[in-house]
């Protein structure tokens, strides 16, 4: 990927699903640092310490499935729905918002022009609301991946955890 950018026809890497443990391994070796990371990230799994890690390093950290993929478990939590509330807003605006607000480019994906429409539309969140938004994933069971390729065996699109340096557990729950 480092020879391509001397093509001219790459502009920049951009690196997915790196965890701390293997971004430490690639920044050994590589003369490039990525300008990106795409992880998974929304209330209930946000990242914070990749994106101290990645903020250090300069590695712009960017959210996959921010709605959690048709998943979105937090949307009811009591407190995030109460903040989508008393802003008139959708809780997928809240969760694209919190991200947005925090620095973290949401990469959202919807196939209805409706909801394309109110996503964009983002809302002011108060540094409370920001705090509350990322202290949800404390609640218990809450810490956690919502995505469906985790596996019984505790892989996840084949790789383990440890090899991946997910701090999970079967069915993609953070080890507390
Ligand atoms: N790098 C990776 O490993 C990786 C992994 C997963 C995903 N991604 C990328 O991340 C992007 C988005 O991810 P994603 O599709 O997995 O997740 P997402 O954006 O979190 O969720 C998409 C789902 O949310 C629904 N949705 C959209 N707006 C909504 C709203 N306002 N209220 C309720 N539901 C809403 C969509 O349904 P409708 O279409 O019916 O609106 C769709 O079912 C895609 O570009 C994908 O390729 C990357």
């Known amino acids: ?3 391509l950018l ?6 920049a890497i951009g690196v997915s699903n790196f965890s ?7 920044l050994k070796h590589a003369k490039v640092a990525p300008a990106n990371n795409q992880v998974e990230i929304h209330p209930y799994l ?3 310490a990749l994106q101290k ?3 250090e390093k300069g590695i712009l950290l960017s959210a996959y499935s921010p709605l959690g993929q048709g998943n979105p478990m937090f949307f009811s939590d009591p407190d995030f729905a109460r903040i989508a509330e008393s802003h008139d807003a ?9 991200l947005v607000q ?3 480019p949401p990469i959202v994906k919807s196939a209805n022009v409706e909801r394309m429409k109110k996503n964009i539309t983002l809302v002011k969140l108060s540094p409370g609301e920001m705090e509350v938004i990322d202290n949800i994933h404390r609640k218990p069971g809450a810490h956690r991946s919502l995505m469906t390729y985790h596996r019984p065996d505790g892989t996840a699109s084949m790789w383990t955890y440890e090899q991946l340096g997910w701090p999970m557990t079967v069915g993609g729950l953070v080890k507390e």
């Open 1 to 3: 990927m480092e020879k």
């Open 6 to 11: 001397d093509t001219g026809k790459v502009r």
């Open 20 to 26: 701390i443990k293997n971004l430490e391994i690639l």
């Open 46 to 48: 946000p990242q914070h």
């Open 53 to 55: 890690y990645c903020d």
């Open 90 to 98: 959708t809780p997928a605006q809240i969760s694209i918002s919190w």
């Open 102 to 104: 925090r620095g973290t």
